[in-house]
């Protein structure tokens, strides 16, 4: 490769490179978006560092100190079974992280092909992809997955393939609808003037075009992705006791609020609530900072 | 003319427009001989991009091409998706009006020039940069390297053009088509553009075809120039004897249509509208706006018959000539 054959990836490169330029900029046009950024940092950084960060073994059971309020000893008190709760929620956070994160990648990669299939095909090819995003859009995610659970069993792997699966169309069309004005762009048609084949046109050119488009759909996907898991370990359908996972912690700590000991649920519910609207939060901002860039 | 470099016979092209076909060209007969410039001229609307686009079979979905196309001594239109490909990566290349649309703004310029080198030709990176060099020397580029990793927003629309025609060349086509290239350009830098095209014409022996709705552009650096009018060539002609004596009255109204520096008199516009193939009446397209019209006008379609050196669809070319030698008595030039 040539020195500026990098250039295929400039689009990712501006996307990660201008990151900081953005940052200064967005801290004084869009504060919110700032913050947003900033919790979610936070989060992922305690999920990822909880084995040095948390003061307990997310398992560890003390029946000498069952349901403590906050305190030094524990941060955001103590469960039924006396185990720490910020502990937990530092663990909890690693299953619905990497759940959504992986729904979302799978999603990503298949809608990104199947849609830029459909649109470089175009004809009866794309609008067969087409009508099957469609009845594949209107089909809950969350009742899919309940499917998987009840065929393939509890777990995080059944509710990611179904969620991913599920994900798909969601990312398809809009992919779908951004790269079929990409295609209809002169440079392609000098492109294929050029001899290039189709395949190489939809790779080097229109996805690098297509991609931040792509990028803040995955990122709101992501959030919604989030909260189906979470529903699903409410459910009791994800993971399962003694692991931790803020959907089963909400869950779990239902008995305690009763008790007026609502800290399990509160602080688990706040961790998903915090992560989904931060994540959200950026995708939708950084859609809109792209729509005034387009224009 | 033997073995000609294009032979277009009886190209048609219909396209579909909301489920109903619509006739665009008929009747297209074009034969370009090796390193001849073609000026194919018209009104927009006549038909000159859908023509080339034949060539190159650029053409929207559902369109219906009839005739034939022989590029090199090889039919394109019936040709396989693989050869079209190796037809266009190595026999025929296309400039486009609009070069900042034509070349993907997210990638640099050298990625741009290389990558067909490199993906269709299949040179290393390095043998295709030092190529791409070369070119870009070629069409009066200054320090080619570093223009390389340009991205296309930082170079002017000239340069960013003269980057389309070295991205052209660097196939080493035997026909170069430029649709409207220099249209969109200011004109210095469309004189810069048509001198370089000129000079790379005669360098490399490329047929170019020519598309451009300036008569005189034409004819500054094309050896013979087509007319189009409602989707069908009306007059072929050696580009001087064109402007000297032309041999349909379109031509004529054309020709009379242009400012003289020399006359301050009021602009001649061409009377009437232009209209599309699809609206022409039965008889000859241009019967509506034309002056020398007769009853056997209105019949049938005239087809391009030769007439002299040229062609003309004009059944009246008689009175059409007579006209232009009073035109050229009163104009001394």
Redesign the interface.
Known sequence: ?????G??W??VG?YAGTLGRVARRLARHDPILMIAALVLVLVVLGVVLAPLLAPYHPNQIDLTATYQGPSTMHLFGTDALGRDIFSRVLYGGRAPLLGSALIVLIATGSGVVLATTAVWL??GIDSFLSRAFDIGFAFPGLLLAILAVGVFGTGLVAPVCALAVAYTPYIARTTRSVALRERT???V?????????GL?ICL??IL??VFPFVMVQATVSFGYAMIDLASLSFLGLGVQPPGSDWGLMVSEGQPAILAHHPEESLFAGLAIVLTVIAVVMVGERRGALLASEAR | MSDPLLAIRDLSLGLRVDGAMRPILENVNLTMSRGEAFGLVGESGSGKSMTVRCITRLLPPGAAVGGEIVLNGRSILPMSRRELRQVRAQSVQMIFQDPRAHINPVRTVGDFLTEALRSVQGFNAKVAEKRVIEILESVWISDPKRRLKQYPHELSGGLLQRVMIASALAAEPELLIADEATTSLDVTTQAEVVALLDELRRERKLGLLFITHDLELAAAICDRTGVMYAGSLVEVQRSATLHERPLHPYTLALLAARPSLAQRARLMTVAGSPVSLAEAPPGCPFVPRCAYQQPECHAARPRPRPFGEGETACLRVGDVLSTSRTLQDEVPS
């Open positions: 490769m040539s020195e500026y054959a250039g295929t400039a689009p501006l175009g004809g762009k002169p440079y048609e000098a492109c294929s003037v050029q001899g290039l084949s190489a080097r050119h690098p075009n």
